[in-house]
Structure formats: structure tokens, C-alpha cells
């Protein structure tokens, strides 16, 4: 798939945020604990189910985290072969000032 890497830093940045999004459902909401009582005879049941399947959330996870080396190292060697002709004197920038 060809795009600007622009476009490629955008998606690079939605995906770290879905991976986010992906660990928090791992950590708090992949167990879904449901409680039954009955109070005539004084019984409480607690049964904790998964919610998500953690394996299908560490895949996705892992996918992500390929996805964004292949676009990291990508936009770097891209980088790598481009130059910059800018108007800027950065010996002056950066010179101590009298």
C-alpha cells in the first residue's frame, strides 16, 4: 500500500493509540465477574468469565507493534536518502552570543 509518509506517521500514531486501547481492555475489562446472591439461605457466588480472549487481544497487539516498526523503519530510510536545502545558518543559531 503506497502513501505519503505523512499519511504513513498519521496512521503510525492512530495505531500506538489502538494499541493503547487494546492493553486496557487486556488489563481491566478482559474478566467480566458476575455475583449471585441469595439471601434466604445466605449464599454468595462469585464467577469470574472472560470477557475478551486475551490471545486475539495479544495478537492484535502484536500486529500493531510489527506494523509500527515497518512504518518507523520505512520513514527512516526514506529519510535517510532525502536532503534538505533550507535557508537557515545554523553555525550562526547555535554560535555563543556576545
Not at 486496557?24 to 478482559?30: A, D, N, P, V
Not at 441469595?38 to 468469565?49: A, H, L, V
Not at 527512516?76 to 550562526?92: F, I
Request: net charge negative; proline share 2%.
Amino acid at each position: 500500500m503506497e502513501k505519503t509518509i505523512n499519511e504513513w506517521l498519521v496512521i503510525k500514531k492512530v495505531l500506538g493509540e489502538r494499541k493503547g486501547d487494546l492493553k486496557q481492555i487486556r488489563l481491566h475489562t478482559s474478566m467480566k465477574t458476575r455475583t449471585t446472591r441469595r439471601y434466604e439461605g445466605e449464599t454468595t457466588e462469585e464467577s469470574i468469565e472472560p470477557e475478551y480472549d486475551t490471545k486475539v487481544i495479544d495478537r492484535r497487539v502484536i500486529e500493531i507493534q510489527n506494523a509500527e516498526l515497518i512504518i518507523d523503519a520505512a520513514v527512516k530510510q526514506s529519510n535517510a536518502r532525502n536532503e534538505l536545502a533550507l535557508n537557515v545558518d545554523v553555525e550562526k543559531l547555535l554560535a555563543p552570543m556576545d
